[in-house]
Nanobody, 118 residues
Framework: QVQLVESGGGLVQAGGSLRLSCAASGSIFSINAMGWYRQAPGKQRELVAAITSGGSTNYADSVKGRFTISRDNTKNTVSLQMNSLKPEDTAVYYC????????????WGPGTQVTVSS
């Protein structure tokens, strides 16, 4: 009944920029935290950035100063602006949201590939 759909991934050269977007839809009463995780081949999934409903943000040290997370509570969307991309940012990026629908639950998008070439 709840679905997250990401968009905006792709291939970019090192130093370039990409913007990821994620929209939550379905039977949503309330959304708490939203964010982005990523998983590179052979590595564990890691937090990239998160934002609360009040706008407080948290970033992985590796992306501070380069990535910016934002959300639109009226549209149930979260975005990630990624600048100064590096080859080590290459991964599948997953949208995440903690949503109230018959209780609080964690939801994930299917993922979008980001590839940064050197």
């Amino acid at each position: 009944q709840v679905q997250l759909v990401e968009s905006g991934g792709g291939l970019v050269q090192a130093g370039g920029s990409l913007r990821l977007s994620c929209a939550a839809s379905g039977s949503i009463f309330s959304i708490n935290a939203m964010g982005w995780y990523r998983q590179a081949p052979g590595k564990q999934r890691e937090l990239v950035a998160a934002i609360t409903s009040g706008g407080s943000t948290n970033y992985a040290d590796s992306v501070k100063g380069r990535f910016t997370i934002s959300r639109d509570n009226t549209k149930n969307t979260v975005s990630l602006q990624m600048n100064s991309l590096k080859p080590e940012d290459t991964a599948v990026y997953y949208c995440y949201a903690r949503i109230y629908y018959n209780g609080w639950n964690d939801y994930w998008g299917p993922g979008t590939q980001v590839t940064v070439s050197s």
